[in-house]
């Protein structure tokens, strides 16, 4: 069974920063593509990044464009995303999820839950005004 670990959420003040990590317990395995969503209280998940695992192609939310980065490790099979500039708006939950299917389009169409197999638990950011 794979999963995913998340790290690195907390309480910060806008206008601070945060880093969050991701990587896979137990066996390591082959993957195409890694993103982050959010889900803030009330409202639906929604997608925040993601990345391909070999080419470093990246894809951001508007909401987000120029603020977080989405960068990898392939030699420690990890994810990051560093969270600069946060906003009271940028609470959330954040998820971590993989994609083990191929890539059949550019990345930028890979922002649904549903292109993703395996999720993190999710890790809390909590930005106050």
């Known amino acids: 069974q794979v999963q995913l670990v998340e790290s690195g959420g907390g309480l910060v003040q806008a206008g601070g920063s945060l880093r969050l990590s991701c990587a896979p317990s137990?066996?390591?395995?082959?993957?195409?593509?890694m993103g982050w969503f959010r889900q803030a209280p009330g409202k639906e998940r929604e997608f925040v990044a993601t990345?391909?695992?070999?080419?470093?192609?990246?894809y951001y939310a508007d909401s987000v464009k120029g603020r977080f980065t989405i960068s990898r490790d392939n030699a420690k099979n990890t994810v990051y995303l560093q969270m600069n500039s946060l906003k009271a708006e940028d609470t959330a939950v954040y998820y971590c999820?993989?994609?083990?299917?191929?890539?059949?389009?550019?990345?930028?169409?890979?922002?649904?839950?549903?292109?993703?197999?395996?999720w993190g638990q999710g890790t809390q950011v909590t930005v106050s005004s």
């Open positions: 999820a993989n994609r083990r299917r191929l890539l059949y389009s550019p990345i930028t169409y890979y922002t649904g839950s549903s292109d993703y197999d395996y």
């Open positions: 990345i391909s695992w070999s080419g470093g192609t990246t």
């Open positions: 137990g066996r390591t395995f082959s993957t195409y593509a």
